[in-house]
């Protein structure tokens, strides 16, 4: 494989659709991977590469989101995407980091598997009817209609990204100060009223099973981060946007993607199973 082939100029691509898919990296490169052996022994036929490459991508991602959709109904706790580290290009493009974000990705789980693919394509990568169509053997009036469907259920449970990288810092840090120092009137301050709080922890580690409601229980459970011996907690920037990682002991536990509206933190998204911060160690390339 060079760098001429229109895999390799494309690879990026490919795996941002799957792992919109599918929420997990270790499952978009496996995705990425059996395109490839498509891709491989079909390209000497292939005139539109791109088209093609992201029709196998999809149909790939679709037929394992189907299985991973029956195993997710089992998981223990509620299930998050896994967080990515990203570049700070991928910020800049507002409607890439607002896709790939982990409050999107979590909103997309809601949908059907097909209705997330008209989803992610339409939306995101702005793929003709037509070609959506073709990828997955439905009519151009169908693929319309359940664009619009899969639009209105995102629009209604979406976060909406309206504030600067600088204005999500100062809240960042607020928020960091309020923590580090058990402030719990700090915390009340820089939590939304209905702020809630997801942890990922799939029975392999503690974690909430159930959200945690409203800023009062919130930043109570909060400010007991305080009385923990050895933890840092420092600022990054995951799926696009503002995020914390925690370590206990020098080493990672944690890692938690905030939603900034208005000032204030709306939604922290705490990942604490292993499986799911293995992919940390290196920034995540997401193109569209």
Do not use: C
Request: hydrophobic share 50%; proline share 5%; net charge negative.
């Amino acid at each position: 494989m060079t760098d001429d082939d229109p895999f390799v100029a494309h690879r990026s691509l490919l795996f941002t659709v799957a792992y919109e898919l599918l929420g997990t990296a270790a499952d978009a490169e496996d995705v990425v991977q059996e395109t490839w052996l498509r891709w491989a022994a079909a390209r000497a036929e292939v005139r539109d590469p791109r088209a093609y490459l992201v029709r196998i991508v999809t149909r790939q991602a679709l037929n394992r989101l189907r299985t991973l959709a029956r195993r997710r109904e089992d998981y223990v706790g509620p299930w998050l995407p896994e967080p990515l580290r990203t570049s700070p290009d991928v910020a800049e493009d507002v409607e890439l980091a607002e896709s790939v974000s982990v409050a999107m990705l979590t909103v997309l789980e809601t949908l059907a598997p097909t209705e997330r693919a008209v989803f992610v394509l339409r939306e995101v990568f702005d793929i003709s009817y037509a070609e959506i169509a073709a990828t997955l053997g439905k009519s151009p009036a169908a693929v319309r209609q359940i664009a619009h469907r899969a639009r209105d259920h995102v629009a209604a449970r979406r976060p909406r990204i309206t504030v600067s990288r600088a204005e999500q810092d100062a809240v960042v840090h607020r928020f960091l100060s309020a923590v580090r120092g058990g402030d719990l009137q700090g915390l009340l301050d820089v939590l939304a009223p209905d702020v809630i709080i997801l942890a990922d922890g799939g029975g392999v580690v503690t974690a909430a099973r159930h959200p945690i409601h409203g800023a009062a229980r919130a930043a109570k459970f909060l400010a007991m981060l305080a009385d923990l011996p050895d933890y840092a907690m420092t600022p990054l920037r995951l799926n696009g946007g503002p995020a914390l990682r925690v370590d206990l002991a020098s080493e990672l536990d944690t890692v938690a993607s905030l939603v900034v509206e208005d000032g204030r933190i709306t939604r922290i998204f705490a990942i604490r199973n292993p499986a799911k911060l293995a992919h940390l160690t290196e920034e995540a390339t997401l193109t569209r």
